[in-house]
């Protein structure tokens, strides 16, 4: 089937569901694609927006931002072949609703926006309606696999490459990279050997002055203001320690803006007023940012994939432990594990090579999502393939309302929706304190010979703003 004829409909609403949606169908040559933004509480700014479409193949006139209230009217006179929804999981489960009320039904796509090891319970769940859920790693896919085994809920999968983070090696030699972490005072230094490349070669690949020290920054985790402190001191000791050097603190949103989950303790609020010169804020894309990154540091942020796929050293911090709650279980065994004193000392490393084949980085012909896309918009054609469907609310329509309401929040003026959010949000909470309350010893959380979780996940992290 020709990508052609197959017409292509994202669906999302925060910054990076928008950067995974553009930069995945972006992936797929001669695609019909377009990206469709519905207005909620954490819908993208328009900087935002530029920001995620760095480097995807998306231009402003392939973007329709939609009122939820007229996406159904969208849908049904485009008539996709196939949509990803790109979302939270309440989001997803709204959209797909949507999708059932369609009498052209399109085919139905999910996925995650970057890593997602540990599999967690709620997002097969929420996605359980979807044709096709695509995942990055083969180790995704057998904890997927695995977790769908043991709570009965079955999606296809199919396996995908990290769509930001495609190999771009950048060298300075033919011969050799020679990263000395910046220069730093007792960082050491690691030679790869690589064999030599053509002048063609070289020239598209020849990397710019790296000196930076990128921080990725992420809303969940660590989750105690202590840690983001401890953090937020390693970075202006990482400042201090070499002047010649930028400590870039990558952000997601400036102020006012949404991001997919909530920061409780911004770092901006964490750092002094009076910052060393060289400690300095970043929005742009994280793709600009590694571009002068001689080092990138997190604590689990995919942003180590997308360095590593550009042959920028990591440090993933693991200060606070190693634990599905800190989700950098992953990075066992990579190599990547350090702690803030060797991010101060600029010791930097790269990912084992065992490690990358089985965690984002597989050979490109195992990559196979799009053509499991096209064998199911041939089945959906010929009338072969039965629609997976959202379940109905078990509280009925109150809860259904309220289902709405939870992702739409002011976007949605119901009546009904104002009385499901007055009952539903403190029912809610008392649900979720109860169930904290019965996972106190952590269950599957706390059991590292696992790569999914059978308990709702811990974070206090509400999509309503």
Do not use: C
């Amino acid at each position: 089937m020709s990508n052609s004829g197959i017409r292509v409909v994202a669906i999302a609403d925060a910054d990076s569901f928008v950067k995974w949606a553009a930069s995945l169908l972006g992936s797929v040559p001669g695609v019909r694609a377009h990206l469709l933004l519905v207005r909620t509480p954490l819908t993208v700014s328009g900087e935002q927006q530029r920001t995620a479409l760095v480097g995807s193949s998306f231009e402003s006139k392939d973007v329709t931002r939609v009122g939820f209230d007229e996406l159904s009217g969208w849908l049904a006179g485009q008539r996709p072949d196939a949509v990803v929804l790109a979302g939270r999981g309440p989001f997803v489960r709204l959209m797909g609703r949507v999708i059932d009320s369609l009498v052209h039904r399109p085919v139905v796509i999910s996925g995650f926006p970057g890593m997602a090891i540990p599999a967690q319970r709620g997002a097969l769940e929420y996605r359980k309606h979807a044709d096709l859920l695509v995942l990055h790693s083969h180790r995704e896919v057998r904890a997927f696999n695995e977790l769908g085994r043991r709570i009965g809920v079955q999606v296809p999968t199919a396996l995908a490459t990290l769509p930001f983070a495609k190999r771009r090696q950048r060298i300075l030699r033919p011969e050799r990279i020679r990263l000395d972490a910046l220069g730093m005072h007792g960082g050491g230094a690691t030679v790869v050997e690589r064999p030599e490349r053509t002048a063609s070669e070289l020239s598209a690949a020849v990397r710019p002055a790296a000196t930076d020290i990128v921080f990725a920054t992420q809303a969940m985790v660590p989750a105690t203001r202590a840690d983001r402190a401890e953090i937020a001191a390693m970075l202006v000791r990482a400042a201090e320690a070499d002047s010649r050097r930028r400590v870039v603190v990558k952000l997601r949103s400036r102020p006012g803006e949404s991001e997919a989950h909530l920061e409780h303790e911004p770092y901006r609020a964490l750092l002094p007023d009076r910052l060393p010169e060289n400690l300095v804020f970043s929005y742009g894309s994280m793709a600009s940012a590694l571009d002068r990154a001689a080092g990138l540091v997190t604590v689990s942020s995919t942003a180590a994939i997308e360095a590593t796929a550009l042959g920028v050293p990591v440090i993933a911090l693991d200060s606070f432990g190693v634990s599905k709650t800190l989700l950098n279980t992953v990075f066992v065994g990579s190599g990547l594990l350090g702690g803030r004193n060797e991010v101060v000392a600029g010791r930097f490393r790269h990912a084992h090579p065992a490690w990358l084949r089985d965690n984002y980085f597989h050979p490109e012909a195992e990559s196979t999502w799009w053509e499991r896309v096209e064998q199911l918009v041939a089945l959906r054609r010929a009338g072969a393939l039965p629609a997976r469907r959202v379940p109905a609310a078990r509280g009925g329509g109150i809860h259904e309302a309220w289902h709405r309401v939870s992702v739409l929040g002011s976007e949605d003026r119901s009546l009904q929706g104002a009385v499901a959010l007055a009952w539903g949000a403190p029912a809610v909470r008392a649900l979720a304190a109860l169930r904290r309350a019965r996972a106190s010893d952590g269950g599957t959380w706390a059991d590292p010979s696992t790569d999914y979780t059978l308990e709702p996940n811990p974070f206090e992290d509400s999509i309503r703003r």
